[in-house]
C-alpha cells in the first residue's frame, strides 16, 4: 500500500504535464479567450477596465489552475475538510466585516483584488463533502448520525451566505452539496420526500423571501407586469438574444449592449451579449464548449481510483452544469433572476478563482488518477 | 477485503447515479438548446423589431403647409423662415438659472416664465418646451454667442405660416395657430402628424383645407441608447410640403374692397356670372391673421374682440341682412313669369297702401304716380312691389327666390360659419312660429324686410344669375382639377345646359320659363343705374365698356315710427345702430355682362348714397382686370 503510495508520489514534473488532460485544458483555454473578446465587446470594443482586468484574471489563475493540479489528489483530499472551514471562517468575518455593496455584504478587501468567499465555498462544499463520502462506509450513509453531518455540513455556509444576501449562490451551494448526497448513495426516497415538503413549504418560503426576491419571482412569472422596473432585465436580455437569430449581429455590433440595454452585461447577463452578437450557431457551439468541458471532468472521475476524486469530478461537473443552466435559464426567462455568474466567462475574480482551483483539483485526480486514498 | 469490496460498492452506486444525472444533464442542456432555437430561429423576427425599437427613435419635425395661391399665383398664405428658441428639459442642468439667463437675453416676462414652468411641469423631459417662436435675428445671434452658458437651450430655425397681405384675406383664409387637445382628437390627419409646435387651420379655408394643405413630417432617425441619448443620426426623411390651392380670387380687387370698406362695416362680393369663380370677398373690418400666429397678446385680442364693427364676423358669408330693395328684381321675375303682370301693367302709387287698416309706406312720400315695372324698379317704388306682391303671393315669390339661391348655403360646406339666410312662405311660418302667414307680410316681402335674411354673397349669386340670362351656377373659391374657361361656360350656359363638374354631367340650369322677363328685369336693372331718377344714377359710368346695371336697398334696422317718419332726421342725427344698412347689388358690363357684385354698408344709411358709389370705384378696376384674367385662366391646374 506504502509502495504504491510512493510510487505515485515520485512522478516527476514531466510525468505530471504529461498527464493533464489535455482536452480540457484546451476547451478552458479556448473559452478564457473567447471570454477576453466578449469582454472586449461589452468595453464597446475597446480595451476597457473590465477587458483589462478580466484578461489580469486569467493570467494570475490560468497558472494557478495548473499550479492546484500539481498537487497530489491526496494532498486536497486530506486538506479538504480544513479548507472548508478557513472558508467557514472567511464567511464568518464577512458577515461582520465585508465590504457592503449595493445592499448585501459579501466581499472582503484583500488589496490585490476583492474576494467573496461565499464562491469558494461552492468548490469547498464539494471537496468537504466528498472525502465525507470517500470516509463513510456505505451500509451508514443513511444513518441518522451521518444525514445530520452531512446536512449541517451543508445548511451552514448557506445560513451565512443568504444572510449576506445573496439566494443565487446559496441555491447554487446547495445543489452541489446535494448532488454529493446523491452520488454517495444517500436513500432516494429521503430526496423525494423532502423534494416534497420543500414544495409544501414553499409558500413560506417565500413569506419570509425580502421584497426584492419576491418582485424577482413575480417577474419571472410575468416579464411585461413592469416592462420599465423589474421585469426590464429579463426582456431587454431576451431581445438581445431573440434579435440575434441564426449568426448573430456580428462581433461587436450587438446594439442591446452597445445602447446600455443590457443590465449587468459583464457579469450574469454575459451570454445575453455573446448570443446576440454570435447567433444561434454561437450560442450552441458555446454550449457545446461546455459540454465537452463537463464530460471531460466525468470522464476523470470514472477513471479515478479513489472515491474521493470520483466524487468530487462528478459533483464537480455536476456543479459547472449547474452553474450554466441556472445562469442560461435565468438570461433566457427560463427562471426567476437570482445572482449566479456564467463560469469562466462571467466578469468577477472569485467566480473564477473558485473555478479554476475546481479545474485544478479535477487535473490533479487526472495527473493521479492511480492514485488511491485510504 | 471488506473494506476493498464495499469501496466497490460504493463505487457502482456513484457510477450508476452519475449515469442518471448524466442523462439528466443531456435533457436539460437540449431544453436549453429548444429555447435558444425558439427565440433565436422562431421569434427572431418578433425581437429584432424590438430591438429596432428600442434603439431607433424617430424625430418628427412639423411638416411644411402647402401655400394658397390667388387665381393669378401670387401667394397669399405662405411660409416664412423663422428662429425659434427651444428648451429640452431633460437636458437642462439648471433650469432656474436657465430661465433667468433667458430672461435677461430675450427681455421675457414674469407670465411667459411662469407659463414656461407650467410647460415644463405638463410635458415629458424630452419634449421640447418652445420659449420664444419667433426670435429676431439679432436675438437669434445673441442666444447662439451665449450657447455655452445655456445648457438645454436649441436655437432651431423652422418655417412658419405667413400672411404676405395681412388682413385682407382673413375672412377667406382663416389664420393658423396651435391646436388644442380636442382639435387634435377630431382630425385623424391632423393627430398622426402632430409634433409640438405645428400650427393647424383654426379658420376659414386654412381649416377646411387643413388634409390638403397640412404636408408630411419630415423624420429624423436616431440611434439612442438606453437612456434616450441621441448616438448617431440614421437617415433623414424629407417631408412633402403640403398641396398648393389655388384659389379663384384676385388680390388687387380684394384690396381695393378693403380700402373701400375702410373704416366701415360691411361686405363686398365679386363673382364671375359664368363660372361662379368667387372674384373677390371681403369682410370689412379685417384684422390681421398673422397676429395669431405666434399666440395673440391678450391686448389685441380685446382690442379686435371688442370692436364694435365686429370684425370677427365673416360679414359675406355670416352677416344675415334684409335684402331690401335688392330683392325688387327676383319680386319682379317672379310676377313676370307666373304672369301675374306684364311690362304695361301700372300701379299708382301715392306714397303709402292701405290694407285692413295697416299702412304700409313707400320711401316717396309724395308717392310716384302710375308706375309701370320698369319705372318702379328705377325709382324702386314701394307701393308697385306691394301690389306686385300681393297679386303674386309669398309662396310663388318663395320658390322663384330659392331657385336663385337665396335661403340656401352658397359655397356648400366650405366654411362651417356660413348661414342659410332665409326666404320665407306660409309653409315655414306656420312650421317655425306657428302662426298663419298675414298679407301685410307678403307686402313688406315684397320690399325685401320681413323674416327674409340674406347674406351679402347669396344676393351676389342672385344678381349674377339674373345678369348671365337667368342659369343656374355653382360659385366657387378654389380653382378645380378641371376649370370650365369663361367662354366654355358662357356657351354651355346659353345652350340651355351647364356641365356640373360634380356630377360630370350636362344639367338642364335654366331659371327661368320665358328668357324674356329676365331681359325685362335686366332692363330694369340697367335703368335703375342709367336713366335719370334711377335710384343708382348718380353712380353710373357711361363708358359703355364700364357700364353696369344695379339695384340699391336700403335694409331698416328697425321700425320705424310715426315720429321718426315725421322727422325724416339726417343720416349723421341717427344713433349708429340705427341706421338702415346700405346695399348695392350690380352686374356689368351691362353689354356682355361679365361679372356680378354685391355691396353692404352696415348702418351705412340708403343705399344710392352708401352703396353705389363704391361699385362706381370698384367696376372699372374688375373690367379692367378681365383680360388678365382671361389670359391667365389655363395658367395652372391645381388638384384639391
Not at chain 1, 100 to 111: E, H, N, V
Not at chain 1, 281 to 302: E, K
Not at chain 2, 613 to 634: E, G, T, V, Y
Request: proline residues 3%; contains cysteine.
Amino acid at each position: 500500500m506504502f509502495q504504491h503510495d510512493r510510487l505515485n508520489n515520485e512522478i516527476t514534473l514531466f510525468q505530471k504535464i504529461k498527464n493533464l488532460d489535455y482536452i480540457l485544458l484546451i476547451s478552458v483555454i479556448l473559452l478564457s479567450v473567447l471570454s477576453v473578446f466578449v469582454m472586449y465587446s461589452t468595453d464597446g470594443g475597446e480595451i476597457l477596465f473590465h477587458t483589462k482586468n478580466h484578461f489580469v484574471k486569467l493570467a494570475v489563475f490560468f497558472p494557478l489552475m495548473i499550479f492546484v493540479a500539481f498537487f497530489n489528489i491526496k494532498f486536497w483530499h486530506n486538506f479538504s475538510y480544513i479548507i472548508y472551514l478557513i472558508v467557514i471562517l472567511l464567511l464568518i468575518y464577512v458577515s461582520f466585516f465585508g465590504i457592503k455593496s449595493s445592499g448585501s455584504q459579501r466581499w472582503m478587501d484583500l488589496y490585490l483584488f476583492v474576494l467573496q468567499p461565499s464562491e469558494l465555498m461552492k468548490v469547498a462544499i464539494i471537496m468537504c463533502l466528498a472525502k465525507y463520502f470517500h470516509r463513510i462506509k456505505i451500509e451508514n450513509v443513511n444513518s441518522f448520525t451521518s444525514i445530520t453531518i452531512v446536512l449541517s455540513i451543508i445548511i451552514i455556509p448557506i445560513i451565512f451566505v443568504i444572510s449576506q444576501p445573496d439566494l443565487g449562490t446559496s441555491i447554487l451551494i446547495a445543489l452541489s452539496g446535494l448532488i454529493i448526497l446523491w452520488l454517495g448513495g444517500m436513500k432516494i426516497k429521503y430526496f423525494i420526500y423532502s423534494f416534497i415538503t420543500f414544495l409544501i413549504s414553499l409558500p413560506f418560503i417565500i413569506s419570509f423571501l425580502k421584497p426584492y426576491q419576491k418582485l424577482r419571482i413575480l417577474t419571472f412569472l410575468d416579464p411585461d407586469r413592469d416592462p420599465l422596473g423589474a421585469g426590464y432585465q429579463i426582456i431587454q436580455s431576451k431581445i438581445a438574444i431573440g434579435s440575434g437569430g441564426l449568426n448573430g449581429k456580428g462581433f461587436l455590433k450587438g446594439t442591446q449592449s452597445y445602447l446600455d440595454f443590457l443590465p449587468e452585461k459583464h457579469t450574469d447577463f454575459i451570454f445575453t451579449l455573446f448570443s446576440e452578437e454570435f447567433g444561434f450557431i454561437g450560442s450552441v457551439g458555446l454550449l457545446i464548449l461546455y459540454s465537452i468541458i463537463i464530460f471531460r471532468i466525468v470522464r476523470i472521475g470514472a477513471i479515478s481510483r479513489s472515491n474521493f476524486a470520483r466524487l468530487f469530478c462528478f459533483g464537480y461537473a455536476f456543479a459547472i452544469f449547474i452553474y450554466i443552466v441556472v445562469n442560461l435559464s435565468m438570461v433566457l426567462g427560463l427562471l426567476p433572476i437570482v445572482g449566479s455568474p456564467l463560469p469562466i466567462m462571467s466578469y468577477g475574480g472569485s467566480s473564477m478563482l473558485a473555478t479554476m482551483i475546481g479545474f485544478g483539483i479535477v487535473l490533479s485526480a487526472k495527473i493521479n488518477h492511480k492514485q488511491t486514498i485510504a | 477485503m471488506i473494506k476493498s469490496n464495499s469501496g466497490i460498492r460504493k463505487t457502482d452506486v456513484i457510477n450508476r447515479r452519475m449515469f442518471i444525472i448524466g442523462a439528466a444533464k443531456v435533457a436539460v442542456f437540449v431544453g436549453i438548446v429548444a429555447r435558444l432555437f425558439s427565440l433565436q430561429i422562431n421569434e427572431n423576427k418578433k425581437y429584432l423589431t424590438l430591438s429596432d425599437k428600442n434603439r431607433i427613435r424617430e424625430w418628427k419635425l412639423p411638416p411644411t403647409r402647402g401655400n394658397i395661391v390667388d387665381y393669378f399665383g401670387n401667394v397669399i398664405a405662405g411660409n416664412l423662415k423663422v428662429y425659434q428658441l427651444h428648451i429640452i428639459p431633460e437636458q437642462v442642468e439648471n433650469f432656474n438659472y436657465l430661465l433667468v439667463r433667458l430672461k435677461n437675453l430675450l427681455d421675457l416676462s414674469e407670465k411667459r416664465i411662469a407659463r414656461i414652468i407650467k410647460l415644463k411641469n405638463e410635458l415629458k423631459p424630452w419634449d421640447s418646451i418652445i420659449v420664444s417662436e419667433n426670435l429676431s435675428w439679432s436675438q437669434f445671434v445673441k442666444i447662439n454667442n451665449y450657447l455655452y452658458d445655456l445648457v438645454g437651450v436649441k436655437p432651431v430655425m423652422t418655417i412658419s405660416r405667413n400672411y404676405p397681405f395681412n388682413d385682407v384675406y382673413t375672412h377667406v383664409l382663416g389664420y393658423v395657430s396651435q391646436p388644442n387637445e380636442q382639435e387634435i382628437l377630431e382630425n385623424e390627419t391632423i393627430q398622426e402628424r402632430f409634433v409640438p409646435g405645428m400650427k393647424i387651420g383654426k379658420l376659414g379655408l386654412e381649416k377646411r383645407l387643413e388634409n390638403h394643405l397640412i404636408g408630411t413630417n419630415a423624420i429624423q432617425r436616431y440611434e439612442v441608447n438606453a437612456y434616450g441619448k441621441r448616438i448617431n443620426q440614421l437617415e433623414h426623411q424629407k417631408g412633402k410640403q403640403g398641396s398648393k390651392i389655388r384659389l379663384t380670387v384676385d388680390t388687387e380687387i380684394q384690396k381695393a374692397c378693403g380700402e373701400l370698406l375702410n373704416e366701415k362695416a360691411g361686405s363686398i362680393s365679386v363673382m364671375d356670372i359664368y363660372t361662379g369663380d368667387i372674384i373677390a370677398m371681403y369682410s370689412s373690418p379685417s384684422y390681421n391673421p398673422n397676429l395669431f400666429l405666434f399666440g395673440i397678446s391678450q391686448d389685441e385680442w380685446q382690442l379686435i374682440r371688442n370692436n364694435p364693427l365686429k370684425p370677427l364676423i365673416n360679414k359675406t358669408l355670416s352677416g344675415l341682412y334684409s335684402p331690401g330693395s335688392t330683392i325688387k328684381p327676383i319680386v319682379a321675375f317672379s310676377a313676370l313669369e307666373n304672369k301675374v303682370v306684364d311690362t304695361k301693367f301700372k300701379v299708382k302709387c301715392t306714397g303709402k297702401m292701405e290694407l285692413y287698416g295697416q299702412t304700409f309706406h313707400c320711401w316717396k312720400e309724395k308717392g310716384h304716380g302710375w308706375v309701370s315695372l320698369k319705372n318702379a324698379m328705377k325709382q324702386s317704388c314701394d307701393t308697385y312691389f306691394y301690389e306686385v306682391a300681393r297679386l303674386l303671393g309669398v309662396d310663388r315669390l318663395n320658390i322663384t327666390a330659392e331657385k336663385f339661391g337665396l335661403g340656401k348655403k352658397v359655397l356648400g360646406d366650405y366654411f362651417d360659419t356660413e348661414k342659410k339666410g332665409l326666404f320665407p312662405n306660409t309653409k315655414w311660418k306656420k312650421n317655425n312660429l306657428g302662426k298663419g302667414w298675414v298679407l301685410g307680410e307678403t307686402l313688406i316681402t315684397g320690399i325685401g324686410q320681413g323674416y327674409t335674411q340674406t347674406t351679402p354673397l347669396q344676393l351676389c349669386m342672385m344678381t349674377a344669375q339674373i345678369a348671365n340670362g337667368g342659369y343656374a351656377i355653382k360659385p366657387k373659391i378654389i380653382v378645380d382639377s378641371n376649370p370650365v374657361s369663361y367662354e366654355d361656360a358662357k356657351q354651355s350656359m346659353e345652350s340651355g345646359l351647364l356641365f356640373d363638374t360634380d356630377s360630370e354631367e350636362l344639367i338642364d340650369k335654366k331659371l327661368f320659363k320665358d328668357k324674356k322677363n329676365i331681359k325685362i328685369v335686366q332692363e330694369a336693372m340697367f335703368a335703375s343705374t342709367n336713366e335719370r331718377f334711377g335710384t343708382s344714377y348718380k353712380s353710373r359710368i357711361d363708358d359703355p365698356k364700364y357700364q353696369f346695371a344695379g339695384k340699391t336697398g336700403t335694409a331698416q334696422v328697425k321700425r320705424i315710427s310715426k315720429r321718426e317718419r315725421e322727422l325724416d332726421l339726417e343720416l349723421e342725427q341717427i344713433p349708429y345702430k340705427d341706421r338702415d344698412h346700405a346695399l348695392y347689388v350690380a352686374y356689368g358690363p351691362y353689354i356682355n355682362p361679365r361679372y356680378a357684385l354685391s355691396i353692404i354698408v352696415e348702418h351705412g344709411g340708403s343705399g344710392s348714397k352708401a352703396a353705389a358709389p363704391i361699385a362706381k370705384k370698384l367696376f372699372k378696376l374688375i373690367i379692367d382686370r378681365h383680360d388678365l384674367r382671361n389670359k391667365q385662366s389655363n395658367f395652372e391646374r391645381i388638384t384639391v
